[in-house]
């Protein structure tokens, strides 16, 4: 059975009896100073993550001992989206019952509890709430697989709505400490800034003058469902003391190493500091995979024996010459089996096809930070170039030409007179693999952004590798009254970890009026859930029973957050003008955060707040269609906004959204999707069926026509009268210049999918309303569809790209009793 969940309410300690884990629980609580008659929720929390952390130590120990041999996968990320501990220890530990029930019978609240964790905000969106399922799965699987990133004492921005804009306020994540972690010793390795490249002899070179830093690293458990392994996710801190420099600009960027994370934002982008945060933690995660070989007696020359290092995207693509440096410079290797061991040893995946958030770095900026990265870049590029001449003999000099331009890592820019470093080439033409994270994001990268590669490195690169979810927190924890109920038609919890069992698993009870009626109850009670959290953060009041349609993502342009605007505006005007006319109760939800600089973005998000304050209180309006925006979109709040959507928005246009994942997160959860032909929603529609998904607009080959054809939104607009409306009620607000790109370029076309839209949401609606059954049975079918979408097939796939295998994980040492009173329920006495 599943473990307890969190509903419990408070009984007067006296009518508790005393247990064990209640007395360990106090136990923590004096330790620590406090009082069980004085204990505040904080120092509740503190009691619980310390007896977790302390649970799980042999465990983290038996896994690292297991793992000390043999191949290990490093994922490098600057970023990790991890949410919140508490419920990931307590399954592994196998304490959830024991804690939930003392805590209950101690007299505090284990909602308020476990709640009382602060979310940390380490990344931005979906690559790096991707890379914590990555962690999480990699656990699961048993296998050999370390976290590399970077401590940021501060979280991403909190995002306040004030006066309807968004503002950003410090997260101090790290606020009473953070008890999940262990600081360890002082690294033995050092990282270099600045400087210059030296040539003592002809073809040696070394790195002179530099400045040095010392660093940190804080562990963090990344525990596996059953306890059984525990993995490491080890993020760099800079030890400063007694650090050097020149000039004060060296002082504070040294200063700022791990001040906080770069928002993903186009105005922020070729920053010195980026730079030098991206080299810190790629140097010291090389270093460490180097030592752990060289502590293995191995020669260097095997290193790819014992160790692959995955690239989160560009972020860390400076690992390339990084390794380099290391194998030639520190330990002597020749030039050309350290470049072929570099080729065996990285492997890069690409998340985006946006040519402006491809990572390129002026080449003289990194020659002031990093001067003998330029100069190994400079010559993997002059050898990239010679393999290219080598591999294109007999084509004329005009395609020869071509070819080099199109695939050099040192590139001269027309257009902005400068020479750049381009980071995705430096990355996908010396790795083993490079892949996308979704079977048409992946061929785009193949044929559209390095057509060469094929040629270069051989048919097999590029692959692909959809992106997916982990289980255990999509479903087990943001969820647990349907995974309650999957648990109960399967008979057994294995699904947890064999997530596409449930596909076959749940195709007769479908068809099971119990577990139909369930099944929408649920649903309608994490509705309540979420109209409450709404609410209490001073929110319309929401009905559970409205239709709930829900865009949760980062706001960008090409997300297309403005058409759902539109859409709203339409529907807004259809109930004005046809107050009679049957449609459902619609609940409309909007959550996200915009880069602090990037204007139009925010606007968006000023434009979704004004818009529900017009039309939530418009009296004519009424419960026919509510507006909210939900402020500080985190992974917290998304456990609790997932599991409440009847229908998903992903409707970015179609060849921009590289995968996504809350597509996934949210078919899962039993939403039905409307959405275009983009990334993984391709795959969800195969997966679900197309008559369960709500497809619409143009798809990457209508819009490449478009473009060729020449794309005029003025004419479609003219044919689309509701479009034109919404635009033209927009345009005599504050927001007209949102209205006016649509009418004058409309870059993201949405003019051009904006009728299909509303067709298809007319549809979506109708269906709801009159025909609850089959939208039922859909919402079904989507629940097992959305099994597919498991980060544990994902990670079996990178791990044999990766060639690892699940180290054999020690037999269950949790003595799962050892804790437990006599009966376990939490029923209020
Ligand atoms: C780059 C340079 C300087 C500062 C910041 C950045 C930066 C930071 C973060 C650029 C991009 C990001 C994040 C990108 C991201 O989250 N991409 C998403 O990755 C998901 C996981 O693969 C996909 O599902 C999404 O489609 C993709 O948008």
Same mark, same amino acid.
């Given at each position: 059975m599943l473990k307890a969940k969190f509903r419990a309410k408070t009984t007067p300690a006296a009518q508790r009896p005393a247990t064990p884990m209640a007395e360990k629980l106090t136990g923590s609580l004096t330790e620590n100073g406090q009082s069980i008659q004085k204990a505040t929720t904080a120092d509740w929390y503190h009691a619980v993550a310390k007896i977790l952390h302390q649970k799980l130590l042999q465990s983290w120990e038996d896994t690292w001992q297991r793992q000390a041999t043999g191949k290990r996968a490093n994922y490098l990320s600057l970023e990790y989206l991890l949410g919140p501990n508490t419920q990931t220890a307590m399954d592994a530990a196998g304490l959830s019952d024991d804690i939930c029930n003392a805590l209950v019978g101690l007299g505090a609240d284990p909602n308020e509890v476990v709640k009382y964790e602060l979310d940390p905000g380490l990344g931005n969106g979906g690559l790096g709430r991707l890379a914590a399922c990555f962690l999480d799965s990699g656990a699961n699987l048993h296998l050999p697989m370390a976290g590399y990133g970077l401590f940021y004492r501060e979280g991403f921005f909190k995002q306040k709505i004030v006066d309807g804009r968004q503002t950003e306020e410090e997260d101090h994540w790290t606020r009473d400490g953070n008890p999940w972690e262990v600081r360890c010793e002082q690294a033995p390795y050092t990282v270099k800034f600045f400087g210059r490249q030296d /040539?003592?002899?002809?073809?040696r070179y070394t790195w002179a003058g530099a400045k040095e830093v010392k660093a940190y690293a804080h562990d963090l458990m990344v525990p596996s469902y059953d306890g059984r392994t525990v993995n490491n996710l080890r993020l760099w801190d800079a030890d400063l003391n007694g650090f050097n420099f020149d000039n004060e600009e060296q002082k504070e960027l040294l200063w700022k190493l791990n001040y906080r994370l770069y928002p993903d934002d186009s105005n922020d982008k070729g920053k010195k500091l980026r730079l030098m945060q991206e080299y810190f933690f790629t140097s010291l995660s090389l270093q460490d995979t180097v030592a752990r070989h060289l502590n293995m007696g191995?020669?260097? %020359?095997?290193?790819a024996e014992t160790a692959a290092i995955q690239m989160n995207d560009t972020h860390p693509a400076i690992a390339v010459a990084e390794l380099m440096r290391l194998l030639v410079d520190e330990h002597g290797m020749e030039w050309n089996k350290a470049r072929d061991i570099t080729r065996n040893v990285c492997f890069y995946t690409n998340h985006t096809l946006m040519p402006e958030a491809l990572e390129k770095w002026d080449i003289n900026l990194m020659k002031e930070v990093l001067p003998r990265h330029v100069g190994i870049i400079e010559e993997l590029n002059r050898n990239l170039l010679a393999e290219a001449d080598s591999k294109l003999q007999g084509e004329s000099k005009d395609k020869k030409d071509a070819v080099k331009n199109r695939i050099e890592v040192v590139h001269w820019d027309e257009g902005a007179k400068k020479t750049y470093i381009r980071m995705g080439h430096l990355a996908a033409f010396h790795s083993k693999q490079v892949n996308g994270v979704s079977i048409m994001h992946s061929l785009l990268v193949k044929? %559209?952004?390095?057509?060469?590669l094929v040629k270069i490195r051989g048919a097999d690169v590029p692959t692909n590798k959809t992106n997916g979810i982990t289980p255990r927190r999509w479903?087990?924890?943001?969820?647990p009254d349907l995974a309650n109920l999957v648990t109960e038609a399967m008979g057994n919890d294995e699904w947890i970890t064999d997530l596409p069992t449930i596909d076959k698993g749940l195709e007769q009870a479908q068809y099971n009026p119990g577990f139909r009626t369930a099944f929408a109850d649920i649903k309608r009670q994490n509705k309540q859930n979420l109209a409450d959290m709404v609410k209490a953060m001073g929110g319309p009041t929401l009905k559970a029973d409205a239709l709930y349609d829900i865009q949760i993502k980062r706001f960008h342009e090409y997300k297309r957050q403005f058409m759902n605007i539109l859409h709203t505006v339409a529907l807004y005007q259809d109930i004005l003008e046809n107050p009679d006319k049957p449609r459902p109760d619609t609940v409309k939800i909007f959550a996200g955060k915009a880069a602090p600089s990037y204007a139009v973005a925010k606007e968006n998000i000023e434009l979704a707040n004004w818009l529900a304050g017009k039309i939530n209180n418009d009296k004519r309006i009424g419960d026919k269609l509510k507006v909210a925006f939900i402020e500080d979109y985190n992974v917290s709040k998304a456990q609790v906004i997932v599991p409440a959507a009847d229908l998903s928005e992903q409707i970015?246009?179609?060849?921009? %959204?590289?995968?996504? /994942?809350s597509n996934m997160k949210f078919t899962l959860n039993g939403a039905l999707t409307i959405g275009t032909r983009d990334g993984a929603n391709v795959e969800i529609g195969e997966r679900a069926g197309e008559n369960n998904i709500f497809f619409f607009g143009k798809t990457v080959s209508d819009v490449e026509r478009l473009n060729r054809q020449g794309y005029n939104s003025k004419t479609l607009i003219e044919q689309d009268l509701r479009l034109k409306k919404a635009l033209i009620f927009l345009q005599d607000t504050p927001f007209a210049n949102l209205a006016n790109e649509v009418f004058d370029g409309d870059h993201w076309k949405i003019a051009a999918d904006f009728q299909d839209y509303w067709d298809k949401q007319e549809e979506a609606r109708n269906m709801y309303m009159n025909r609850p059954a089959e939208w039922l049975t859909k919402s079904i079918i989507n629940t097992r569809a959305g099994a597919h979408f498991s980060s544990d097939d994902t990670i079996r796939g990178y791990a044999r790209m990766w060639n690892i295998r699940p180290t054999a994980a020690a037999p269950i040492r949790r003595i799962a009793n050892e804790n437990r009173i006599e009966n376990p329920s939490i029923s209020p006495a």
């Amino acid at each position: 059975m599943l473990k307890a969940k969190f509903r419990a309410k408070t009984t007067p300690a006296a009518q508790r009896p005393a247990t064990p884990m209640a007395e360990k629980l106090t136990g923590s609580l004096t330790e620590n100073g406090q009082s069980i008659q004085k204990a505040t929720t904080a120092d509740w929390y503190h009691a619980v993550a310390k007896i977790l952390h302390q649970k799980l130590l042999q465990s983290w120990e038996d896994t690292w001992q297991r793992q000390a041999t043999g191949k290990r996968a490093n994922y490098l990320s600057l970023e990790y989206l991890l949410g919140p501990n508490t419920q990931t220890a307590m399954d592994a530990a196998g304490l959830s019952d024991d804690i939930c029930n003392a805590l209950v019978g101690l007299g505090a609240d284990p909602n308020e509890v476990v709640k009382y964790e602060l979310d940390p905000g380490l990344g931005n969106g979906g690559l790096g709430r991707l890379a914590a399922c990555f962690l999480d799965s990699g656990a699961n699987l048993h296998l050999p697989m370390a976290g590399y990133g970077l401590f940021y004492r501060e979280g991403f921005f909190k995002q306040k709505i004030v006066d309807g804009r968004q503002t950003e306020e410090e997260d101090h994540w790290t606020r009473d400490g953070n008890p999940w972690e262990v600081r360890c010793e002082q690294a033995p390795y050092t990282v270099k800034f600045f400087g210059r490249q030296d /040539t003592p002899s002809q073809d040696r070179y070394t790195w002179a003058g530099a400045k040095e830093v010392k660093a940190y690293a804080h562990d963090l458990m990344v525990p596996s469902y059953d306890g059984r392994t525990v993995n490491n996710l080890r993020l760099w801190d800079a030890d400063l003391n007694g650090f050097n420099f020149d000039n004060e600009e060296q002082k504070e960027l040294l200063w700022k190493l791990n001040y906080r994370l770069y928002p993903d934002d186009s105005n922020d982008k070729g920053k010195k500091l980026r730079l030098m945060q991206e080299y810190f933690f790629t140097s010291l995660s090389l270093q460490d995979t180097v030592a752990r070989h060289l502590n293995m007696g191995k020669p260097l %020359e095997q290193l790819a024996e014992t160790a692959a290092i995955q690239m989160n995207d560009t972020h860390p693509a400076i690992a390339v010459a990084e390794l380099m440096r290391l194998l030639v410079d520190e330990h002597g290797m020749e030039w050309n089996k350290a470049r072929d061991i570099t080729r065996n040893v990285c492997f890069y995946t690409n998340h985006t096809l946006m040519p402006e958030a491809l990572e390129k770095w002026d080449i003289n900026l990194m020659k002031e930070v990093l001067p003998r990265h330029v100069g190994i870049i400079e010559e993997l590029n002059r050898n990239l170039l010679a393999e290219a001449d080598s591999k294109l003999q007999g084509e004329s000099k005009d395609k020869k030409d071509a070819v080099k331009n199109r695939i050099e890592v040192v590139h001269w820019d027309e257009g902005a007179k400068k020479t750049y470093i381009r980071m995705g080439h430096l990355a996908a033409f010396h790795s083993k693999q490079v892949n996308g994270v979704s079977i048409m994001h992946s061929l785009l990268v193949k044929n %559209e952004l390095f057509p060469d590669l094929v040629k270069i490195r051989g048919a097999d690169v590029p692959t692909n590798k959809t992106n997916g979810i982990t289980p255990r927190r999509w479903l087990v924890q943001a969820n647990p009254d349907l995974a309650n109920l999957v648990t109960e038609a399967m008979g057994n919890d294995e699904w947890i970890t064999d997530l596409p069992t449930i596909d076959k698993g749940l195709e007769q009870a479908q068809y099971n009026p119990g577990f139909r009626t369930a099944f929408a109850d649920i649903k309608r009670q994490n509705k309540q859930n979420l109209a409450d959290m709404v609410k209490a953060m001073g929110g319309p009041t929401l009905k559970a029973d409205a239709l709930y349609d829900i865009q949760i993502k980062r706001f960008h342009e090409y997300k297309r957050q403005f058409m759902n605007i539109l859409h709203t505006v339409a529907l807004y005007q259809d109930i004005l003008e046809n107050p009679d006319k049957p449609r459902p109760d619609t609940v409309k939800i909007f959550a996200g955060k915009a880069a602090p600089s990037y204007a139009v973005a925010k606007e968006n998000i000023e434009l979704a707040n004004w818009l529900a304050g017009k039309i939530n209180n418009d009296k004519r309006i009424g419960d026919k269609l509510k507006v909210a925006f939900i402020e500080d979109y985190n992974v917290s709040k998304a456990q609790v906004i997932v599991p409440a959507a009847d229908l998903s928005e992903q409707i970015s246009l179609a060849g921009t %959204e590289a995968s996504g /994942t809350s597509n996934m997160k949210f078919t899962l959860n039993g939403a039905l999707t409307i959405g275009t032909r983009d990334g993984a929603n391709v795959e969800i529609g195969e997966r679900a069926g197309e008559n369960n998904i709500f497809f619409f607009g143009k798809t990457v080959s209508d819009v490449e026509r478009l473009n060729r054809q020449g794309y005029n939104s003025k004419t479609l607009i003219e044919q689309d009268l509701r479009l034109k409306k919404a635009l033209i009620f927009l345009q005599d607000t504050p927001f007209a210049n949102l209205a006016n790109e649509v009418f004058d370029g409309d870059h993201w076309k949405i003019a051009a999918d904006f009728q299909d839209y509303w067709d298809k949401q007319e549809e979506a609606r109708n269906m709801y309303m009159n025909r609850p059954a089959e939208w039922l049975t859909k919402s079904i079918i989507n629940t097992r569809a959305g099994a597919h979408f498991s980060s544990d097939d994902t990670i079996r796939g990178y791990a044999r790209m990766w060639n690892i295998r699940p180290t054999a994980a020690a037999p269950i040492r949790r003595i799962a009793n050892e804790n437990r009173i006599e009966n376990p329920s939490i029923s209020p006495a």
